[in-house]
């Protein structure tokens, strides 16, 4: 495949969406091709089930369920929208990628790591990123953001310990993931964009 696959990970409330259109407006005007996309989500099918996943009344969801529509709404976006996106030679930028649910699911919801990897490696079909950056703020910091937004999704309103396994899971993954680089949240958002810059080399 021709383009480049990068994603921005991380946290709730760490500044993933800001820097995901920064980066996006930044390759535009350097002459890229570029598209950005977010998940749950980025197709109709996949919006469909953001829908079912982040609403607050579905106080009844089973955790495999959970990281099976998660899944779902994966392998839509990847086979409608990243794969023909790749091949035509763009970058591709996603917020969040398998690596949530690798985190949220598998050590959020305790299903494990290795299970939900499995599920996710039918649903990806092998599609790796080229890099992923990886933001990661306390939790109590960052969803203090969210939920004094909107009052937060059904994921943002799980408790904080639910959180606190979330930040201590995206510390480890770097270590089992060598294309993901940890980026440190104290500075600017000026200045994190900066440094994604310099790791990206673009
Ligand atoms: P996100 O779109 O980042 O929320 P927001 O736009 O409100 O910042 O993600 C929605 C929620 O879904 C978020 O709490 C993280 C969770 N999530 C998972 O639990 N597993 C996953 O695989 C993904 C992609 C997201």
Redesign the pocket.
Known sequence: MEGRFIVLEG???SG??TLALKLKNYLLEKGFEVEIT????GTDISERI?QL??DRNNEEMDYRT??LL??A??AQLISEKIIPWLNEGKIVIS???????????GL??GLGIDEVKKI?DFATAGIKPDSVILLNVDPEKGLKR?LSI?G?????N?DISFHRK?YEGYRKLPHHFPEITELSRDGTIDEVFEEIIRILKI
């Open positions: 946290s709730d409330g993933k969406s977010r998940e749950p989500g953001r996943l982040l959970e990281a998660y899944a709404s994966r917020e969040r990628y398998v690596y949530s649910s690798l985190v949220y699911q959020g919801r996710n969210k909107d937060g999704d059904r994921l943002e799980e979330v």
